[in-house]
């Protein structure tokens, strides 16, 4: 395997972990082949976090990563997690003269650009000296043992002893999502959790969505909650409706445990006892009911509330207790079960990818010698807010080293 067709390591998919991974092992001295079929360069950084990349969260716990991720194995992130940390990339931001702030629960996002986080990847892999094609496709990828990994692509024929597989999951299919790791990971019988959307919209249907569908564009702090007993996973955050169903953050932290057929609880004014706001104004006021809840929860939410019961359409004073109380558990315990999502067009991640029992922990090498799998192609996802960017780092460092450690140990004989 002579000439410039021959590369110690190829990583397939230029988005974040990709291209971190290709600059690190380039800059541990490894000639280093990355490949992507995209016309632009790590699209989904680019749009990411309003144009403004999350690129990282400082809240996330280093000695329990898990909690913050899910998957058939949350504890399989643990290990990359914990030894390459937010902190670590934040020093890697400062030392590019990114500029960036925190703007809600350890989320942090540059202060201008999103384009300075792929600018700043680009800079890491010329460092690296890492040869980059792009757009380039490929038709072909074949193992031998005596070989190692043989690609046909556009630009011609090239050979490996290790590849990288770094193609992202299936969401936002408009900017070259593709199944492309999955089809390789199955090509080499390993193991693929069947993929969702995840951290995305939920949708209603019929006429059970009928009263809330002029609520689009409103966006109030809910407590939000699905699963019972072990199970039950709660998030209070901001939610927003929508057209077609819900959305904002809430609901995108929700939907990645949400199951199919199984119901939200909402609570609209978390942290008020409604029903004793309500019958303490019913004592001294005279005010419609509508106009009462609007102190509790949105104005309009609350016309939207009141619209559907005749008994609460006339001022507090002359409401019946139990009319109150029935609206104060609707508003405190909404159930409503979403009918589905809006699919990976509208998915900020893709949950399920390459089984994490076909991957090493520590190297994210795969029982198929010399084949790693970084990112969110793996069955690993975290909640929203820079959680997922930092997996893509922490994953990749952690191929990196380990492809760094085995540079001078080939699958091929020399």
């Known amino acids: 395997m002579g000439g410039s067709s021959t590369f110690d390591a190829i990583v397939v998919g230029a988005g974040a972990a990709g291209l971190f991974c290709a600059g690190l092992a380039g800059q541990r001295g490894l000639k280093v082949l990355l490949i992507d079929h995209a016309e632009r360069i790590a699209e989904k950084i680019r749009i990411s976090g309003g144009g403004r990349a999350n690129f990282t969260n400082r809240d996330l716990d280093v000695r329990a990563p898990q909690r913050h991720f899910i998957g058939e194995n949350p504890n399989f992130c643990r290990s990359a997690l914990s030894r390459y940390t937010p902190q670590q990339f934040i020093e890697l931001v400062q030392r590019h003269g990114i500029a960036f702030h925190e703007k809600h629960r350890g989320q942090l996002f540059c202060d ?35 070989e190692g990994y043989r690609l046909k692509t556009r630009r011609g024929e090239v050979r490996a002893p290790r590849l990288v597989v770094a193609t992202g999951g299936l969401s936002i299919p408009q900017i070259g999502a593709s199944d492309f790791g999955y089809r390789l990971a199955t090509q080499f019988g390993l193991r693929v959790v069947p993929p969702r959307p995840a951290l995305v919209p939920l949708t209603f249907g019929g006429e ?47 939907s990645s445990y949400w199951q199919p057929g199984s119901p939200l609880d909402v609570d609209f004014a978390p942290g008020v006892d409604v029903q004793a706001a309500l019958a ?9 009911i509508a106009n009462e809840l609007a102190g509790l929860v949105p104005a309009r939410l609350a016309d939207a509330w009141v619209k559907q019961d005749s008994a609460l359409q006339r001022p507090i004073n002359e409401a019946a207790d139990r009319a109150l109380a029935a609206l104060a558990e609707r508003i405190a315990r909404w159930q409503i079960t979403p009918s589905g999502t809006e699919g990976y067009k509208k998915a900020e991640v893709t949950a399920g990818g390459v089984d994490t ?3 090493s922990s ?36 952690a191929c990196a080293q380990a492809l760094a450690l085995r540079s001078d140990q080939a699958i091929m004989p020399g």
């Open 112 to 146: 201008g650009s999103s384009q300075q986080i792929i600018d700043m990847l680009l800079a890491e892999c010329a460092a690296g000296g890492v040869t980059h094609w792009q757009p380039c496709s490929i038709d072909e990828i074949a193992f031998a043992p005596d």
């Open 208 to 254: 059970a969505w009928a009263p809330y569908a002029d609520l689009a564009g409103l966006a109030l702090p809910v407590q939000i909650a699905t699963g019972s007993k072990k199970t039950r996973t709660v998030f209070l955050e901001d939610l927003l409706f929508t057209h077609r169903g819900l959305s904002g953050p809430a609901v995108l932290q929700i």
């Open 280 to 288: 303490d104004a019913k004592q001294r006021s005279r005010k419609r």
């Open 357 to 359: 029992r076909d991957l």
């Open 362 to 397: 520590q190297t994210m090498e795969s029982k198929q010698p010399g084949l790693y799998f970084i990112g969110e192609v793996v069955d690993v996802t975290g909640w929203l807010g820079g959680y997922n960017f930092q997996w893509a780092w922490a994953s990749a460092h």
